[in-house]
C-alpha cells in the first residue's frame, strides 16, 4: 500500500487535523467524539448536519460552512459515524430552529443518524439521498445509494436554511432536490482502504466496473474499457432513463471525480457529456467539475445530472462560503 | 493505459473546451493558436501571461481570471506551448501597460516564450520560477525547475498587477517571490503519458522518488517507502536548506498533489508539516491544500514554502476569483 500515513489508526485524526488546521477561518474540529462545525456559530436558522464515513473527501467536512452545513460527522473510513458524534454536533450547532440530517442511504449511516434522532432533544427531521441510479441494494445498501449527488442536496438546503426558512420546508426541499437527482459512476481502478492495505477489488487492464459505487462497491456489470464518449453516452442514458426528463429541461451537470483521475479527464468527461446532453434538448445551464466525493484513491468519475427549476437553480447559486466550494461573496 | 479519453490526439483540444464550457463565466477558448484568456479583458494594467505544457492542469488554465493571469497558452501534454500561441494570446489582453510572461524554468519554454518575446510589439519582460530544489540541472531543465510554487508567484503578481502597477514593478515582485519560495516533491507512482500509453517510470510498490520533477523527471534518489511524518521531516528540511529562514519567520504552506493522491492524505501532510514547522520557529500564517500543479495522474505531493512579508501576505490574500482559486469577493 503506497499511501501518505504513519500508523494505519491515526490516519483519521491527523488528516481531521490538518484539515482543521488549514482551514481554521472556516471550521473547528472537536475530538472524542469527532464532529466539524463552522467556526462562527450560525444564529436563528435550522441546522444542517451530515457526515458519513470518511475517505470520501471534501464530502462532508469540506462542505461545512456559511450556506451549507454547520456541522458534519465523520466515521472512519468507509464506516459510518456513530449516534455520539451526531449528538455532540447537533448539541453544538442547534439554534433554536431544529436540526436536518442530511444521510446517505447505507444501512449503518442510516441506523446510526435514527438513534441519534430519537435521543435528540430538538425538533428534528432527516433528508435520505438516494441518487445512485446503478442498483437497487448493495453490498452497504437497501435500496438505492446516496453518492455524488448528496453534495447539490447539502448546497440546495443549507442555502435556503440561511434564509431562515424552517425544518418541514428544508426537508421538503431537501426531498425534492434528492427526487430530480440521478448519478452513476465507473471505476477505471480499486481504491485502497487504509487498514485493509491492499486493493478491496481486483479489476484487469482492459476492464471497468460500471455503476460502481462510492466503497467500491460492484455496480451493474464489469465491462470493457473503451472511449470517453461511449462511456460518457452510457452513463447518461442511464440518468435520463431513470430521471425521464420533460423536453427542454434545464440541469446542472456535476462530473465528479474518484480521488484518482486528474482533471484534464474530468473536463473531457464534461465536454463529451454537455454534447450528449445537448443533442437530446437538455440544456447544462449549470455544473461542476471536480474531485468532490471521492473513494480514497480510486480511479474513475461520476456523472450527476439535477433537474433544475427556478427554486433550486436560485440555491445552487446564492453563495457558499466552505473549504471545498465558495462563491458569490 | 486507462484513462477517460477518445483518441490521442484529441485529448487537449476536448479536455480544454470542457474547462473553457464549464468556466464560461470566467474564460475563453481560442483555437488554433490555442490559448485561454479571461472572459471580460482588463483593462489598464500590465497583461499577465503564463503557459506551459498541459498534464499539469489546473495550472495554468485554471489561474485564468480576476486578481491572476490574463491569459494562459496549453502546450500538448508535457510539451511547451508555441511562440504563435504567445503571441496571440498577448495579443488579446495586452491593454497598453505591457505584458509580463510568467515561465517555469525548462528549456523548451525558456527558449518559446523568448521567441515569443522577441517578436512582441509591446514592452514586456519574464520572469522565471525556479523554485525546485531537488536538482540543478534536470531531463528538460538547465538551472532549478519551476513547479508548485510558479502557482504563488502568478497569485501574488496577479494581485499587483490589479492595482495598476508598472510592469517593472510586477517583474521585481514576481523575482521576488521567486527567491523566498521554494519545493520539494515526492512521488509514490509514475504518470502516465496519454501518447506513450505506459508510465514514464517504474517504481517498486516499497519504493519512492524523493525530489520528484512535474513531469516524472529523476529526483535527487530513489527512496523506501517510510511514514509520513518522516518524509515531511526529509522534505522540508531540504526547502528550509535553501531559504535559510531567519528566526521567527512567517510562511504560506503549499501542500500539492500530483494528481492521483486525494484530499485526505494532503491534509494528513499539512498536519505534520505544520507542526514541524512550528517546531523549528517557522509559523505557517497561509496556507493552501489539494491538487494544484499536478503531473497527470501521478500519486505523489509536493510541498512547498514561501517565506512571507507583509507586501507578499497582502498580495495573496488580494481577491481572485478564477476556476481553481476564488476567495475575497
Known amino acids: 500500500m503506497k499511501k501518505f500515513i504513519n500508523a ?9 487535523s490538518g484539515f482543521a488546521a488549514a482551514h481554521a477561518d472556516l471550521v473547528r474540529l472537536q475530538l472524542d467524539p469527532h464532529y466539524l462545525c463552522r467556526a462562527q456559530k450560525a444564529q436563528n436558522k435550522v441546522a444542517i448536519l451530515s457526515g458519513g464515513g470518511s475517505g470520501h473527501e471534501p464530502l462532508h467536512g469540506g462542505f461545512v460552512g456559511y ?18 458524534q451526531m449528538l455532540a454536533a447537533a448539541e453544538a450547532v442547534e ?21 441519534a434522532a430519537e435521543l435528540l432533544p430538538f425538533d ?13 441494494d448493495s453490498t452497504y445498501t437497501t435500496g438505492r445509494r446516496g453518492v455524488a449527488g ?50 478491496t477489488f481486483d479489476i484487469g487492464p482492459d476492464e471497468l466496473e460500471m455503476g460502481v459505487g462510492i466503497h ?11 472511449p470517453a464518449d461511449a462511456l460518457v453516452g452510457d452513463l447518461l442514458a442511464a440518468l435520463l432513463e431513470d430521471l425521464k426528463p420533460q423536453p427542454d429541461s434545464r440541469a446542472l451537470l456535476l462530473v465528479n471525480g474518484f480521488g484518482g483521475t486528474p482533471l484534464m479527464e474530468l473536463y473531457l468527461l464534461y465536454h463529451a ?17 471536480g474531485n468532490y ?37
Open 8 to 16: 494505519v489508526d491515526d490516519v483519521l485524526v491527523e488528516s481531521l
Open 67 to 84: 450556506g451549507m452545513l454547520d456541522a458534519a460527522c465523520p466515521g472512519h473510513v468507509f464506516t459510518s459515524p456513530t449516534p455520539d
Open 95 to 115: 439554534a433554536g430552529r431544529g436540526v436536518l440530517f442530511i444521510v446517505k442511504n447505507y444501512a449503518g449511516d442510516v441506523m446510526n443518524f435514527e438513534m
Open 124 to 136: 428534528h427531521a432527516t433528508v435520505l439521498t438516494s441518487d445512485d441510479v446503478a442498483v437497487e
Open 150 to 199: 448528496t453534495l447539490i442536496v447539502e448546497k440546495v438546503v443549507g442555502s435556503l436554511a440561511e434564509t431562515g426558512a424552517d425544518l418541514a420546508a428544508c426537508q421538503a426541499l431537501g426531498e425534492k432536490v434528492n427526487r430530480r437527482t440521478a448519478s452513476m459512476g465507473v471505476a477505471l481502478s480499486s481504491c485502497t482502504v487504509p487498514a485493509a492495505g491492499r486493493p
Open 216 to 226: 467500491g462497491e460492484p455496480g451493474r456489470r464489469r465491462e470493457a474499457l473503451r
Open 273 to 289: 457529456a454537455a454534447r450528449w446532453l445537448a443533442e437530446r434538448g437538455v440544456a447544462v445551464e449549470r455544473s461542476l467539475v
Open 293 to 329: 466525493v471521492t473513494s480514497l484513491d480510486m480511479a474513475g468519475a461520476s456523472l450527476t445530472l439535477c433537474l433544475l427549476d427556478d427554486e433550486i437553480r436560485a440555491h445552487w447559486d446564492a453563495p457558499v462560503h466552505t473549504p471545498a466550494l465558495r462563491w458569490g461573496r
